[in-house]
């Protein structure tokens, strides 16, 4: 629908139809009732005008039946867009099982991409055709948003917490990229473009680059490098909680909270340990704060969850 229409979108993945019905039944629904209402304005207008001087209309006294029908005409068409727009939030915010893991990090002005294989990529991102995308996501600095309108789909990426958006595109070709949370002098100059390519494509867009190093091998260099392997390696010096297998597990925390090991808990104990101590451990590792970029952050994120065999899909990461 609107093909080629100048002022809206093209439509480029699964999701895109869905946003858009809802999107012309909400509408249709104002035009209709903006055109009835002042049509009625002008027909009442005409209708009841004053013919005589000091002429009194009868007095109303109200209409159980009228008062009926438009209390719950718009009870029910409310309720179709409450219905609807929740089920289609889910639809758009649960993304289907083993999608494609790629890291965003969002800084003053530029989108900053990795790959699961360690492919960079700036202010672009290359994806296949057909197969659901998860983005991870975390911003250096502001609130920035990631919004691709040929998607329909939109995402605060925040500091200090991951956000996750996921689509899969449906149309090989290369969609804007937008922020659309305004973070600054260059907000406006913080966009870029999704290149969707067929899968063969993509797979030989990741081979042409230069080598790249993935995120679990630059992970377990900056784990030898900070010095975590000393503390957290099973063995006789072990003096912080062994990483290994814990991640989407449970942990008990001092004071008897249960808590799941997932990114967001990883992400914390890496920058604020002493937020949630392990019970049974003493709360000795120091901050990381300031010294760890997001990007290595990420790093350090896919290594702990590679000494998890087959990493589960953590429960409450949304
Ligand atoms: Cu980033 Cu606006």
Redesign the pocket.
């Known amino acids: 629908m609107f093909k080629g229409f100048p002022l809206f979108p093209e439509s480029a993945s699964t999701v895109a139809a869905g946003v858009d019905s809802l999107y012309f039944y909400l509408v249709a629904v104002a035009v209709f009732f903006s055109v009835l209402i002042f049509s009625l304005i002008f027909y009442f207008a005409v209708k009841y005008r004053r013919r005589r001087e000091g002429e009194i209309p009868p007095l109303v006294h109200g209409n159980v039946r009228l008062e009926i029908l438009w209390s719950v005409v718009p009870f029910a068409l409310s309720m179709i867009m409450f219905g609807w727009g929740a089920k289609l939030y889910f639809d758009v915010s649960t993304p289907p099982p083993d999608p494609l893991a790629i890291s965003v990090v ?4 530029m989108w900053k991409i990795q790959h699961p294989g360690g492919q960079r990529e700036i202010n672009e991102l290359h994806v296949p055709v057909g197969q659901p995308v998860e983005l991870t996501m975390v ?1 250096e600095d ?4 990631f919004y691709v309108p040929a998607f329909r789909v939109k995402k605060d ?1 925040l500091p200090g917490r991951f956000s996750r958006l996921w689509f899969e595109a449906t149309k090989v070709g290369t969609y804007h990229l ?7 002098t ?3 100059a ?1 966009i870029g473009s999704v290149v969707v390519l067929e899968p063969k494509d993509y797979q030989d867009w990741l081979a042409g680059g230069p080598p790249a190093e993935s995120p679990v091998a630059a992970g377990a260099r900056h784990f030898e490098e900070l010095g975590c392997k000393t503390c957290h390696l099973s063995g006789a010096a072990q003096r912080g909680p062994s990483l290994e297998g814990i991640y989407g597990k449970t942990v008990v925390l001092e004071g008897g909270a249960v808590m799941t090991v997932d990114d967001d808990y990883v992400r914390e104990s890496i920058l604020t340990p002493a937020a949630k101590i392990v019970a049974s451990y003493r709360p000795l590792m120091p901050t990381f704060k300031g010294q760890v970029s997001e990007e290595r952050l990420l790093e350090l994120l896919a290594y702990v969850k590679s000494l998890t065999p087959v990493a589960p899909r953590a429960g409450g990461r949304r």
């Open positions: 969002a800084k003053q002005w911003s502001v609130i920035h948003s990426v937008f922020c659309a949370e305004y973070c600054g260059k907000h406006s913080m």
